[in-house]
């Protein structure tokens, strides 16, 4: 090899060894240089200490004050129908006509015979008085006189029921019988039910059964109106309690003015009771919810030792709740008034990370929430 080669191969390697030398140190400062940790951007709230009256809450069932079916009660042939399916009636409005041709020609027939009996009865009482006649045939024509009124009277039951009326005021449902058809007794003519007020039917374990009473005041939620919260008041109490849940029947009565609420529907039921609590209170959405326990993050100001800035750092906290109500909580332990705690976002949060708050895109969280897309 000759020299040439020899510091061609020197002279190589030197620059080689510079090379990695620079990109040593290169990798070295990306290395030990810290990258800005980017802040996570969320929404908080303080914990309030709030005047909340105590509930008791319940899912119950509504049913009509009066509700029935209106059927036949003899059998004829439907000649006339006098309503429309699901309009308003009143107490003794006919609803369906049956045929009674047969029974007005007995009646005619009744009518004479009643006639007859009076005529007989008062010539009898003319020839009594005259000595003319024994007292039983008095006793006789008079007992006959009764029998006809009572077969004349029958006559006119037998019409009367074969015009179907409605026995209380209420809202009818769908019509059940057509013209022309053969009723036997018995058969549906259409369904009847009187819907203001209406009844909410619920049940409530019996340790609650001491503070429960007569005329305490109720609010009723229905999934089918959200933006509605109706009020009543408690109106009965079973005297027993179930033998096999252990639970108390109450009723309450509820206006229903707008017959939006119907026989038959679940409902929401919350019983106000005359106490109050005061709570701490924190938004729903603040929670994380784990089998070890609840936690919120908890948003705290502290000094950053490498450029002595004032940064938001948040700490997870071990949080015990109470009842909820609507879009809050009631926290027990582990929290203080005052405290502010994440609202949302806290899915993507570390103990101990950087936030920013950005509160005007905070969510709305309200006591009584009336969604208006439900």
């Given at each position: 090899?000759?020299?040439?080669?020899?510091?061609?191969?020197?002279?190589?390697?030197?620059?080689?060894?510079?090379?990695?030398?620079?990109?040593?140190?290169?990798?070295?400062?990306?290395?030990?240089?810290?990258?800005?940790?980017?802040?996570?951007?969320?929404?908080?709230?303080?914990?309030?200490?709030?005047?909340?009256?105590?509930?008791?809450?319940?899912?119950?069932?509504?049913?009509?004050?009066?509700?029935?079916?209106?059927?036949?009660?003899?059998?004829?042939?439907?000649?006339?129908?006098?309503?429309?399916?699901?309009?308003?009636?009143?107490?003794?409005?006919?609803?369906?006509?049956?045929?009674?041709?047969?029974?007005?020609?007995?009646?005619?027939?009744?009518?004479?015979?009643?006639?007859?009996?009076?005529?007989?009865?008062?010539?009898?009482?003319?020839?009594?008085?005259?000595?003319?006649?024994?007292?039983?045939?008095?006793?006789?024509?008079?007992?006959?006189?009764?029998?006809?009124?009572?077969?004349?009277?029958?006559?006119?039951?037998?019409?009367?029921?074969?015009?179907?009326?409605?026995?209380?005021?209420?809202?009818?449902?769908?019509?059940?019988?057509?013209?022309?058809?053969?009723?036997?007794?018995?058969?549906?003519?259409?369904?009847?039910?009187?819907?203001?007020?209406?009844?909410?039917?619920?049940?409530?374990?019996?340790?609650?059964?001491?503070?429960?009473?007569?005329?305490?005041?109720?609010?009723?939620?229905?999934?089918?109106?959200?933006?509605?919260?109706i009020a009543g008041r408690v109106t009965a109490i079973n005297p027993d309690v179930d033998s096999s849940t252990r639970n108390v029947r109450v009723q309450a009565t509820v206006d229903n003015g707008n017959a939006?609420?119907?026989?038959?529907?679940?409902?929401?039921?919350?019983?106000?009771?005359?106490?109050?609590?005061?709570?701490?209170?924190?938004?729903?959405?603040?929670?994380?919810?784990?089998?070890?326990?609840?936690?919120?993050?908890?948003?705290?100001?502290?000094?950053?030792?490498?450029?002595?800035?004032?940064?938001?750092?948040?700490?997870?906290?071990?949080?015990?709740?109470?009842?909820?109500?609507?879009?809050?909580?009631?926290?027990?332990?582990?929290?203080?008034?005052?405290?502010?705690?994440?609202?949302?976002?806290?899915?993507?949060?570390?103990p101990g990370g950087a936030v920013t708050v950005n509160n005007p895109m905070a969510p709305d969280a309200k006591l009584a929430p009336r969604p208006s897309d439900s």
């Amino acid at each position: 090899m000759t020299k040439k080669t020899l510091f061609t191969a020197a002279g190589l390697l030197a620059v080689l060894g510079a090379i990695a030398i620079v990109k040593a140190i290169q990798i070295k400062t990306l290395v030990s240089a810290k990258a800005p940790v980017p802040r996570e951007a969320v929404t908080t709230a303080p914990v309030m200490r709030e005047r909340w009256q105590q509930t008791l809450s319940s899912v119950g069932s509504l049913s009509a004050v009066q509700g029935v079916t209106v059927a036949a009660e003899l059998d004829g042939k439907v000649v006339g129908i006098e309503f429309e399916s699901g309009r308003e009636v009143r107490a003794g409005d006919v609803l369906v006509r049956q045929n009674t041709e047969v029974e007005e020609a007995q009646l005619r027939s009744a009518e004479a015979s009643v006639d007859l009996a009076r005529i007989n009865l008062q010539r009898t009482r003319e020839l009594f008085a005259k000595a003319t006649v024994s007292q039983s045939q008095l006793d006789s024509d008079a007992a006959a006189e009764k029998q006809a009124i009572a077969s004349e009277d029958n006559i006119r039951a037998t019409i009367a029921k074969k015009n179907i009326r409605a026995p209380f005021s209420g809202r009818l449902g769908i019509r059940l019988v057509n013209l022309g058809q053969n009723l036997k007794a018995g058969d549906a003519v259409v369904s009847l039910q009187a819907l203001n007020p209406i009844y909410v039917d619920f049940y409530l374990p019996q340790e609650d059964l001491s503070q429960l009473a007569v005329g305490l005041p109720v609010q009723v939620a229905v999934d089918a109106f959200p933006s509605e919260q109706i009020a009543g008041r408690v109106t009965a109490i079973n005297p027993d309690v179930d033998s096999s849940t252990r639970n108390v029947r109450v009723q309450a009565t509820v206006d229903n003015g707008n017959a939006h609420l119907r026989p038959g529907m679940y409902v929401n039921v919350a019983v106000e009771l005359p106490l109050v609590d005061t709570v701490l209170t924190i938004p729903a959405t603040a929670v994380l919810y784990a089998p070890f326990g609840d936690t919120v993050y908890v948003v705290n100001e502290q000094k950053d030792e490498a450029t002595g800035e004032k940064v938001l750092v948040v700490r997870q906290q071990i949080v015990r709740l109470g009842v909820h109500r609507g879009d809050f909580v009631a926290v027990t332990s582990g929290l203080g008034e005052g405290d502010v705690v994440v609202t949302s976002g806290v899915f993507r949060l570390r103990p101990g990370g950087a936030v920013t708050v950005n509160n005007p895109m905070a969510p709305d969280a309200k006591l009584a929430p009336r969604p208006s897309d439900s």
